[in-house]
């Protein structure tokens, strides 16, 4: 896999043989360029994603100043070698397929003799003959990719939309017609778990994305912007009892957009769109989130979210850390109806709000138990979606009976680049309780405490479950349908 020569091994056909101009000076030693086209480039390709840094596509990229350093400068390859055996944030992250031992072997020997450059990959030139002829053949049997279709325009509502606390109203939410055998794959309904099935026909989507302004402009990513919050404020003016069916991610600039959370508020004397996430008038409630390595929340065909009366915010966590200002319009994007389903979901919190982590520290513990004080039926669990900071590495949830008995219903890994969402469908009976458990480690000589930046830490698990507001505890949490305890 990690051999490369100067040219493609010769085809039996002259038509399929293909020249390989040299590469150029000062690239990348092909070992080393595969390795990390492999392994690396998913987030730190050219545009980065996930909130990377620094680009590791070029021989100059990794020769480049490390941004985070400034202090302590450092090229781009120093910091790297150091990643690779971090065993707090490790690189690549947990829960991403990691490098071989011949691979850790290649980098780290490279790396380690000061990252020259070296005989690159080499590239396709041109086709020999025959190739002209074979690429219009290729021309007439697959017809290019059509545009992506405007999407239809928003449907009128039943009553006429009220004066919006966020200056304008949002995107009005819009009923997509049945597409056509021929429409393009990017407007096609999307397909989820057979148990979900496809959306349904009453579904009306409306998008929620960031902005500048009311009239919708991007909103401006200042440069060098370290763990900034911004929250974007919304109101739908929904006249009718509305449910959220599926709450999908829309992604602009992948690059400086770590996560999102969506959530709800029934009053505000605020007119936005911009408003601060400290703000201690804000008494929301969370509806859904994403982070990088999440998927897109899609609801059983029974359930729905309460969306109150419409008035949302969209609280988005930027880093554009060692970058230029820049502009984003990540978001979400709804599934509404009208149409009730029969049970109600909610989100709640897991796990613990109140904690340290020592100096010094390997796979430090820190738990906390969910015994819902208001249940009155049982509760049935949907999903569940870990959240911690830098030093998080584990995740795990457990089921304790009222009988005695246990079940582990979640033992992953953790990666702060690449927070995942887990299907765990099961009953919480009357009596009985969960165990949220989040591990870390801290090289550091420090105590880490809980906070909102990422050198803070946190201990989360956002569940999704219904009756809503049944998987509750009194007095322990600050948010909405926390549930909290000593474990």
């Not at 999903?383 to 009222?402: I, Q």
Request: proline share 11%; hydrophobic share 35%.
């Amino acid at each position: 896999m990690l051999g490369c020569g100067a040219y493609a091994e010769p085809s039996d056909s002259p038509a399929d043989v293909t020249l390989l101009e040299p590469a150029p000076p000062g690239a990348l030693p092909c070992a080393v360029d595969t390795i990390l086209r492999e392994r690396c480039q998913l987030c730190h390709g050219r545009p980065t994603a996930q909130t990377a840094p620094m680009s590791l596509t070029t021989w100059q990229d990794l020769h480049a100043q490390a941004p985070k350093h400034r202090e302590t400068p450092a090229k781009v390859y120093e910091r790297m070698l150091a990643r690779l055996h971090d065993e707090q944030r490790p690189m690549p992250p947990r829960d991403q397929p990691q490098l071989s031992e011949a691979e850790l072997a290649i980098l780290d020997a490279w790396l380690a003799g000061g990252a020259a450059s070296g005989e690159g990959c080499a590239e396709p030139a041109t086709r020999a003959r025959g190739s002209a002829a074979a690429e219009e053949q290729r021309t007439v049997e697959q017809p290019a990719t059509p545009a992506e279709s405007t999407p239809p325009e928003p449907r009128q509502r039943e009553t006429s939309p009220q004066p919006s606390a966020a200056d304008v109203p949002a995107t009005e939410p819009r009923k997509l017609p049945t597409p056509p055998a021929a429409m393009p794959a990017a407007v096609q309904p999307k397909a989820e778990a057979p148990e979900e099935g496809l959306m349904p026909s009453d579904c009306e989507y409306v998008e929620l994305r960031a902005r500048q302004d009311a009239a919708g402009a991007p909103f401006q990513v200042p440069a060098d912007a370290t763990d900034l919050y911004q929250c974007f404020l919304f109101d739908l003016n929904l006249t009718k009892p509305t449910q959220g069916l599926a709450f999908e991610h829309l992604s602009d600039n992948p690059s400086v957009v770590h996560h999102w959370m969506l959530r709800t508020l029934e009053q505000t004397d605020k007119t936005g769109p911009l408003l601060s996430c400290d703000d201690p008038t804000l008494d929301t409630q969370v509806v859904a989130g994403w982070a990088p390595g999440s998927s897109d929340w899609h609801l059983p065909k029974d359930v729905g979210m309460d969306l109150g009366r419409g008035l949302m915010i969209l609280e988005v966590h930027y880093n554009n850390i060692g970058k230029p200002a820049t502009t984003d319009r990540s978001g979400v994007r709804v599934c509404t109806t009208r149409t009730l389903r029969p049970h109600t979901a909610g989100v709640s919190w897991l796990g613990s709000q109140l904690f340290f982590i020592p100096p010094k520290s390997k796979d430090f513990e820190v738990a906390g138990r969910c015994k819902p004080s208001r249940q009155s039926e049982p509760i049935q669990i949907l999903k569940v979606w870990p959240h911690m900071h830098l030093r998080g590495k584990r995740s795990t949830l457990r089921l304790d009976r009222a009988n005695g008995m246990q079940q582990v219903v979640l033992d992953e890994p953790f990666s702060f680049e690449s927070q995942k969402s887990y299907d765990v469908p099961i009953s919480l009976m009357p009596g009985d309780s969960l165990v949220s458990s989040c591990y870390f480690d801290n090289p550091s000589n420090t105590v880490v405490t809980v906070g909102n930046s990422t050198m803070d830490e946190m201990c989360n698990q956002f569940v999704i479950a219904y009756p809503a507001g049944q998987l509750r505890s009194d007095g322990f949490g600050l948010e909405h349908n926390s549930c909290l305890g000593i474990p």
